[in-house]
């Protein structure tokens, strides 16, 4: 049944296929927006993840004013690794923009 289904749907793409300049300019124009939808979902997760971490560190500090070294330097490791994943959304939004494999 999938098959069939494929099937149907790449006839159907050649049978209403545009003109290739149209083509392009539509994958470059969703391209521009799955960038950008892409990167700000990524910056959103990254500022909601830093938030609970500052918050869960200030909150350990504050029950144990001892461990507030320790638990500054795991939080300062947690922030850099949610900030990579960020950076990582940023270029893979940078190859789809400059990259392109599909055009």
């Known amino acids: 049944m999938k098959k069939i289904v494929l099937l149907m749907l790449a006839i159907a793409g050649v049978a209403f296929a545009a003109e290739e300049t149209v083509v392009n300019e539509t994958l ?3 391209s521009v927006l799955a960038a950008g939808v892409g990167l700000g979902l990524a910056a959103l ?3 909601i993840g830093m938030g609970n971490t500052a918050a869960a560190t200030i909150a350990g ?5 001892g461990l ?5 330097t795991t939080m300062f490791i947690a922030l850099a ?6 950076i990582y959304a940023l270029v893979i ?3 789809v923009l400059y990259g392109n494999p599909f055009l």
């Open 28 to 30: 470059k124009a969703y």
């Open 45 to 47: 997760g990254g500022a």
């Open 61 to 65: 500090t504050a029950r144990n004013p």
């Open 68 to 72: 507030g070294a320790k638990l500054m």
């Open 81 to 86: 690794m949610i900030e990579a994943q960020v």
């Open 93 to 95: 939004a940078m190859i």
